[in-house]
Structures are given as structure tokens and as C-alpha cells.
């Protein structure tokens, strides 16, 4: 057992080589690192959000929302459809229903009702591979159609949009400049945002919380000030507020806009923070060409009225049209400060939401609390692994100084691995390499006292030595094994910090078996061959 | 050069002599721990509760009395305003906004403007909001976490020995998650994720105690088959008394400077572990070994088998 031969020897000191050698760049400052030479390792423990500072945010759509704004979606496709063509073709519907999440609508003419049925499913798509379409349609009460979203379609709907809510999400994160996010759709509708050194994590939140659907919609003067009040408008219009701290009006300021938009934020090409002719901070933006020829359409048409701009449901300014506006380009006036018509741009420029997402988790941790929890613990781990080493030193004597010099390795090739990997060291997964140290040491003292015991036993030291490792090993092993199972269950099952945590004490029990048995093992063959007469332990 | 040894050579404790009492203190503090658990519940921290918690500092020793009266004005339910691991730095903490799911969101901007506003100095160090929704499944995800973890030792332990042994460390965990649980309820200690952590390494560490104790009763059992089982089993707890001893303090020792030096976000964290490795070391002595006895190993045990004890007795 105590026989290595040059290989094994060469393998184990290679292994505890690369560990040292990986685990380098942990104890210099990366600004030191970053100008090594190209072969050096230069990676450095990946450090989770807690110990760097940064924002962790959990976004959430409602999928209920996404289907509502489908079935809206569908209802205009439908509409669109059936009115399209001669007079012959037309088909004439009555009032459409979106109750109860689907869209149903009588066909005046019963005569018909084959080809609007026809139609309405000419519209709906194939859903991927599930040999499913998308809607489904049929009749109910001989005259009323009623199209029916499938599960597989509800389900490729929710994957897209969270797919695109990423998209626009990454554009608004980089425009912050910050490095590194990870963003990533987690489950069937959430998203997940982990952007590290943050600053002003308000300001975050104010970009990836809000919707930024853009609106453009003429006012409706028609409305009486008590309908407004009431919150009524005639069909075709809607009441909306005025966004908080907009100019035109205090609180609970309201205007009546005509439902249908003259154009929407989709048709933008670009927007950009600038200064007005009064010195005050607007928001310049340029339309696409189909956009820039129908709002130059319009502005000519309606000279003299008024039009609203409105973001997520909420109006802006409701500027009065001049003279038509051409060119294709424009300015938002609201009341801006600098950063809030910044904010609004790169709101515009990355996009709407494809659906509204609501913020259900947060763990922000400053700069400040990083550097302290990082410092607390390296301390921490510093002194616990000097106290422990003292004291299984003046315990075992020599073989104390192997399992001191077993523990520096150990926590060397954790390291190692742990930057090699990008393994994420949060502040429980430092408790949980000062644990490690804890138990690490748990493997040596089993072999020492048993080899204490076989020598009570009036076992010769070189026997003595080699059924306490043979007899211990067993032991070690199904040990270490329950608490692989219980750090794996944290890895699998756990979420944010126990994650962490359960990754440590994985790769810490690990390391510890090979370090504590393999490891000493060998360093006492070397004390075993220069035939020792004694054996204080 | 002369050695530390804390437990004297051929030490010979009769520990199973105090198994009746043993058990009799265990099952009170378990079935105390149940009754704490059932009428006071946890004092769950925002990851399980929901709500939010802000850490903020001041230049100077915080202004408590006023940020309780300044939060308290905000309306926004009834704020615990607390140091934090020193006088310049509070833990603010506000329950679950009711209303819809981002409400928590405005809140910590209501918070903040307010403070801010009259403190200049104050700083946010670290904000947590978690929704009704995600509390939820948090409690969900840890206790499914736990349950698993200690069904699969557990099966671990039953296919590696013999199902007594099994039903003994199941027992012993049981025993030790309870009392740490009803620890945390009488302390009214934040109860969060990391004390699920806490609570997983527990489970681990009592196994890991536990099984070096069992490994010992297993290779005595083959090799003294006569031996009557009280007095086996306290021989074998004696022949690992030095381990568990020097094992528990070098884990002591680590813990105890975490607890110190740590900082105050590791404080619960490492209590509830230091209780652990008492409690599991404890208990491995205490309730997994005697359950043995009184479950019921004999002779059989072990590739014995009557038979091949009976030949081996023959001369």
C-alpha cells in the first residue's frame, strides 16, 4: 500500500503542481494579472454577486398577458381578413368577443359561414413540429365562429416573446455599459439578470422594468371635461393620464386620444438625448421611411389639432401640429432632466417590450458591502485554516505537519479548480471553504488515531501505519460519499446562495479525499523508507 | 516533543448506561422543538416571508429613532429597524406590499428617496425584495432540498450497512434538523436560505459522525460475536471517542473564528452550524447508536449469519 511507483509519485505531485499553479492568479489584483504573459494562467475565481457588488433582478411575464395580447393580435388579423376583397367577398361579422380567451364573432350572413370559417383558419399557423396549428377554429350555434388558442401554440408564443423580451433586455443593459451581464430565461416565463458592479442600480431597474411601447395618436377634442373626469370617451377613444411630471397638467391630468395609432415606436430608426431651442433636454428620434411617409401623411391632414405621444399608456406631450412634419425626424418635449430623456433614448432605441415584465426578485449588494464581505471572509478563512493547522500540529506532530502541508495544497486545488472551471465563489460558498478545512482535516485524524490505536495494539509502526490507512480508507469513503449527497442536493436542488454554496463543498470534499489519503500517504512513504525506529503520535 | 491528547488512552466511558435519559432529554427537546415549531413558527427572513430588507449606512452612528419615524410615515407598512453588525449600519426590513407582484419594487424606492432626503450620508449597501410568488417557492425548493437529502443518505446508508442503520441515522437526522429547526424558533433568529444551507451541511456532518460510529459497530460486530450488544456498542464509541473529539473542535475552532471575523451577513449562518455539530455529535452517540438495540441487530448481522457464528464458536 505504501509502495508508489515513479509514476505515481510524478502524477500526484503533478496534479497538486497545477492546482498551485491555476490557483496563482487568486493572489495578485487583476490589474496585475491582466499584464502576464500569455501561457501564464490568468484566470481568477469567479466572484459572485454578493462579493463583488452587482444587482441579481428576476423578471417575470404573465403568460395570461401574452395570450390576452395575442388574441388582440388575432383579432385584428381577423378583421383585416374577412374585410378584405370585392363586395362579393366581404364578410360581414357581428360584434367580436375575446371572452374567456378566445375570440368568437357571429357571420351575419349564414350562407357564409363555410367561408369565413375558410378564412379565419387560412391565418392561423402550423406550430412548429407539435403537427398542431397555432388557433383552432370551429362553430358553435350554427353561426358563430370561434377560434380557440392550442396549448402548443400558447406555449410557442410565451417562448418567443420571452426569447425577444431578452433581446431588447441585453440592448437596454449594454447601452449601460456595464461588463459581463448574464441575462437568461429561466423556466417557461421569467428572465434573469446578474449584472455585476453596478453603480446605480436604480438605474437598471429603470431600464429593464419598463415596457417602452411608443405611441403616437391624435387627440380627441370631442369629449366633454365631465367624461374626461369620469374616465369615458365615445367609441374609438380612450382616456389616458398624463406620465408623473409631465408639464402639462398636476396630478390625475387625463386626455381623450383617439384608440388607433398614427404610428408606433416599432417604425423608429434611432433616438438620441439633444438639447431643444429653449436649452431643455428632449429626445430627438428618425422614423423608417414607411413610418416617416405615413406621419408626414397625417401631420399634413390635421394641421392646427393636437396629438398625443405616449409611453406604456402613459402621455408625454400632446404638442399641437404646426405645420406637417416631413423630414421624418422629430423631437419628444416632456419636462425631461438630462437622465431621464437619456433613459427614454435608450429606451426607444432598444425597443418595446414584447410583454410587460414585473420585477419579483432582487438582491442588490453595493460596492461597499462587497469589499467588506470579501475582506471579513478572506480573513476568516485565513485564520481558521492558521488555528486548525496549529492544532492538529501540536496533535500529530510529524504526521500533523503532513495533514498541514495536505490542507495547504487542498485549499490551493480548490482554488484551482474553482478558477479553472468558473465555478461562482459567493460569501456562504467562503463559509463553505472554511468548512471544508474543518472537515479536510476530519480524514486525517481518522487515519492518525487508528494508526494510534494499532500501535496500542503493539503493531510494529510500518504495520501500524498501513492498517490505519486500509482501515480508515473504508471509512473515509463512505463518509465523504453522505456528504457529496447532501452538497449535491444543495447544487441540484438549491437556488442562489445555497447553489454556491453546495458547489464548494463538492469540489472541497473532492480534493480533500485526494490531498488527505493519496497525498499524505505518499509523503509518509517517503518518512517510512528511511526505516524510522520511532513513532510519536 | 510531546503530543496533545485530549481523550486519555483506553478510555472507557459506559455511554449506553445513559441511553434511557438520553433518549428520554431528546425525545423532549425533539417533540419541544414540534410544539415551538407549530406555535411560534420561524421568524422567516424576506427570501421566505417576502417583503424586503435594506442595508443602509451612515457616516455617523445611524439615526435610528428617526428612520423608524421617517419609514414609519411612508405608510408602507411597519418597518423593524435594527443595527447591523455595527452602529453605523441598520437593517431595514418592511413586510410584503399587498397588491400586485413589482410593489415591493416601489417601495425601495419610497425608502430610499426618504432617507436620503434626510440623511445625505446614507448609503445603500444591499437590497433584497422578494415577491409573495417566489417566497413561496423558495420554502418550496428548500424544504424539497432538505427531504431529499435526508432520504438519500439515508437509502445510502441502508444499502452500504443494514436497514437498522438506515432507520438509526434517519432517526439521528430527524432529531437533529428538529432541534435546530426549534433552535431557530425560540431564538426567533433570521430563518433564510443560507440556514437551509446550514441546515443541508448539518444533515451531512451528523451523517458523516454517524457513520464513523456505525463502521466501528460494524467491524466489532464481526469480530466479537459473543459480545453482548450494550457493551459492543460502547466499546465502539469509546475506540472513536478521540476522532469525534479532535474532528468536532477543529470544526469548532473553524466555526468559531467564521462566527467572530465573518461579518454579520454569516452570522445565523454559522451559529446554526456550530449548534450542528453538537447536536449531530451528540446525537450519533445518543440516538443513532442505541437504536440499534432497540431495533434490533443481533448475530445475524454482518455475513454471520446462526450458522457461521455457531461453527466459528466451536473450537
Known amino acids: 500500500m505504501f509502495a508508489f511507483a515513479p509514476w505515481q509519485r510524478w502524477a500526484i505531485w503533478a496534479v497538486l503542481l497545477m492546482g498551485a499553479v491555476l490557483a496563482l492568479p487568486n493572489f495578485f489584483a487583476e490589474t496585475q494579472v491582466a499584464s502576464w504573459p500569455k501561457f501564464a494562467p490568468r484566470q481568477q475565481v469567479n466572484l459572485g454577486l454578493d462579493l463583488r457588488g452587482g444587482s441579481h433582478i428576476m423578471l417575470e411575464a404573465s403568460p395570461e398577458e401574452v395570450a390576452r395580447q395575442r388574441l388582440q393580435t388575432l383579432e385584428e388579423e381577423v378583421r383585416g381578413e374577412l374585410r378584405r376583397g370585392d363586395d362579393a367577398q366581404r364578410i360581414a361579422t357581428g360584434e367580436m368577443s375575446l371572452a374567456g380567451g378566445r375570440l368568437s364573432f357571429p357571420v351575419s350572413n349564414p350562407a357564409q359561414l363555410d367561408a369565413a370559417v375558410e378564412r379565419v383558419r387560412r391565418i392561423t399557423r402550423p406550430d412548429g413540429l407539435s403537427g398542431q396549428r397555432d388557433f383552432d377554429v370551429s362553430v358553435i350555434d350554427g353561426t358563430r365562429v370561434v377560434v380557440t388558442p392550442t396549448e402548443a401554440g400558447e406555449r410557442t408564443a410565451l417562448r418567443s416573446a420571452m426569447t425577444q423580451a431578452l433581446e431588447v433586455i441585453r440592448r437596454r443593459i449594454d447601452e449601460l455599459g456595464t461588463r459581463e451581464p448574464d441575462i437568461r430565461v429561466q423556466g417557461a416565463n421569467r428572465i434573469s439578470v446578474d449584472v455585476p458592479g453596478l453603480k446605480d442600480p436604480a438605474a437598471l431597474k429603470a431600464l429593464i422594468g419598463k415596457t417602452a411601447k411608443l405611441e403616437f395618436k391624435l387627440v380627441d377634442t370631442t369629449v366633454s371635461p365631465e367624461d374626461l373626469a369620469a374616465g369615458r370617451a365615445g367609441p374609438g377613444s380612450q382616456v389616458l393620464p398624463y406620465a408623473e411630471g409631465s408639464r402639462a397638467g398636476g396630478a390625475g391630468a387625463r386626455i381623450a386620444v383617439n384608440r388607433r395609432a398614427i404610428i408606433t415606436g416599432d417604425q423608429l430608426v434611432n433616438a438620441r438625448q439633444t438639447f431643444g431651442q429653449d436649452g431643455l433636454p428632449v429626445v430627438e428620434f428618425r422614423f423608417d421611411s414607411t413610418g416617416a411617409r405615413r406621419f408626414a401623411k397625417t401631420t399634413t391632414d390635421n394641421v392646427g389639432r393636437q396629438f398625443a405621444i405616449i409611453l406604456d399608456n402613459q402621455v408625454i406631450s400632446a404638442p399641437v401640429i404646426k405645420s406637417p412634419i416631413i423630414g421624418g425626424s422629430g423631437v419628444i418635449e416632456g419636462n425631461f432632466t438630462t437622465q431621464s430623456a437619456n433613459e427614454l433614448a435608450v429606451l426607444l432605441r432598444s425597443g418595446k417590450l414584447p410583454v410587460a415584465l414585473t420585477v419579483v426578485e432582487e438582491r442588490t449588494v453595493g460596492p461597499d458591502l462587497g469589499r467588506d464581505s470579501i475582506h471579513a471572509g478572506t480573513l476568516a478563512a485565513v485564520v481558521a485554516t492558521i488555528a486548525v493547522a496549529l492544532f492538529i500540529l501540536v496533535t500529530y506532530g510529524r504526521f500533523g505537519v503532513y495533514a498541514c502541508i495536505a490542507l495547504v495544497f487542498n485549499i490551493l486545488l480548490i482554488l484551482g479548480i474553482m478558477s479553472v472551471t468558473g465555478a461562482t465563489l459567493t460569501l456562504p460558498g467562503i463559509a463553505g471553504l472554511v468548512l471544508t478545512i474543518g472537515a479536510a482535516v476530519d480524514a486525517n485524524v481518522l487515519i492518525n488515531e487508528r494508526i494510534r490505536e494499532e500501535r496500542r495494539r503493539g503493531r510494529g509502526i510500518v504495520q501500524a501505519v498501513e492498517t490505519g490507512y486500509r482501515e480508515a480508507s473504508r471509512t473515509i469513503f463512505d463518509a465523504n460519499l453522505t456528504n457529496v449527497i447532501a452538497a449535491a442536493v444543495m447544487f441540484i436542488l438549491g437556488s442562489g446562495p445555497i447553489k454556491g454554496f453546495g458547489v464548494v463543498l463538492t469540489i472541497g470534499i473532492v480534493t480533500s479525499v485526494f490531498t488527505a489519503v493519496t497525498f499524505t500517504r505518499l509523503l509518509i512513504s517517503g518518512w517510512l523508507r528511511k526505516r524510522p525506529a520511532e513513532l510519536v503520535l | ?157 441502508w444499502f ?71 457493551e459492543l456498542l460502547d466499546l465502539s464509541v469509546n475506540e472513536t471517542l478521540s476522532r469525534t473529539i479532535v474532528t468536532s473542535l477543529s470544526l469548532i475552532i473553524a466555526l468559531a473564528i467564521l462566527l467572530v471575523l465573518g461579518g454579520e451577513v454569516l452570522r445565523g449562518f454559522t451559529a446554526a452550524m456550530l449548534l450542528g455539530i453538537f447536536i449531530g455529535t451528540y ?33
Open chain 2, 283 to 315: 446525537s450519533s452517540i445518543y440516538i443513532a447508536a442505541p437504536l440499534l438495540i432497540w431495533v434490533g441487530i443481533g448475530r445475524t448481522s454482518f455475513g454471520g449469519g446462526d450458522a457461521a457464528a455457531e461453527r466459528a464458536a466451536r473450537p
Open chain 2, 160 to 230: 452500504r450497512f443494514e436497514w437498522a442503520f438506515g432507520v438509526g441515522a434517519l432517526s439521528s437526522l430527524v432529531h437533529d434538523v428538529s432541534i435546530t429547526l426549534g433552535f431557530f424558533a425560540i431564538t426567533r433568529l433570521e430563518f433564510n436560505l443560507n440556514i437551509v444551507a446550514a441546515v443541508l451541511t448539518i444533515i451531512g456532518y451528523s451523517l458523516n459522525d454517524t457513520i464513523v460510529v456505525y463502521d466501528r459497530i460494524r467491524e466489532n460486530l464481526r469480530k466479537f460475536r459473543k459480545m453482548q450488544l450494550a
Open chain 2, 1 to 157: 516533543m510531546r503530543l496533545l491528547k485530549l481523550v486519555p488512552d483506553n478510555t472507557n466511558f459506559h455511554f449506553l448506561r445513559l441511553r434511557w435519559a438520553a433518549l428520554t432529554l431528546s425525545l423532549a427537546l425533539v417533540f419541544g422543538s414540534w410544539a415551538l415549531l407549530a406555535v411560534k413558527g420561524l421568524n422567516y427572513g424576506v427570501d421566505f416571508a417576502g417583503g424586503l430588507t435594506m442595508e443602509v449606512g451612515f457616516a455617523q452612528a445611524a439615526p435610528l429613532d428617526d428612520l423608524r419615524r421617517t419609514v414609519g410615515a411612508l405608510g408602507v407598512g411597519e418597518p423593524t429597524i435594527q443595527e447591523f453588525g455595527g452602529p453605523n449600519i441598520v437593517a431595514i426590513r418592511l413586510p410584503l406590499p399587498p397588491g400586485e407582484e413589482g410593489a415591493t419594487q416601489k417601495v425601495v424606492a419610497r425608502v430610499t428617496d426618504a432617507v436620503k432626503a434626510r440623511h445625505a450620508d446614507a448609503s445603500v449597501r444591499r437590497v433584497e425584495t422578494v415577491s409573495g410568488k417566489v417566497s413561496g417557492e423558495l420554502i418550496r425548493d428548500g424544504a424539497i432540498a432538505a427531504v431529499v437529502g435526508m432520504f438519500l443518505v439515508a437509502l445510502y446508508i
